[in-house]
């Protein structure tokens, strides 16, 4: 079992199958609106911009679990999100990551992890590799360009 084999809904509707990202790394990240994290976003894009066309995907997945910083509606996330940010990468419907009603794929990379690799807030960004293993976990706190998380997603491309 790979990451592959979980499906999400995108952001305005319809199915997002992770399927859909096999052979390309995938930086799969909880995120919110309202959090002092936020301008994460910014960087997201710009790695979306930069290795996107060499195959990485950016998967955004809205999240109200910490801090209720996630309040509004998909539309009103997506709006925000393109309005404010530039965000053109793809983005799921809101989802829960930790607890009994995690979406499954979060639920598999607390197995495979541990749970103390599960998010502890918002924007912890997963690293998924084309073949659908966890290549990664990177904490909140650490920003998406910071080199070690780009030179991952380098090595994940080749």
Known sequence: MGAQDFDFTAIDGGKLPMKKFAGKPVLLVNVASACGLTPQYSDLQKLHEQYGPKGLVVL??????????EPGSEKEIKTFCETNYGASFPM????????????????????????????????????????????????????????ELVQAVQEALT
């Not at 955004?60 to 910083?69: I, K, L």
């Not at 960004?125 to 293993?133: A, D, P, Q, R």
């Open 60 to 69: 955004g997945v809205p999240c109200n679990d910490f801090g209720a910083q």
């Open 92 to 147: 799921t419907a809101k989802e829960h990551v930790i607890g009994a009603n995690a979406h499954p794929l979060y639920q598999w990379i607390g197995k495979e992890l541990g749970e103390d690799q599960l998010p502890r807030w918002n924007f912890h960004i997963y690293l998924i590799g084309k073949n659908g293993e966890l290549l990664g976990s990177y904490p909140s706190k650490m920003a998406p360009q910071e080199p």
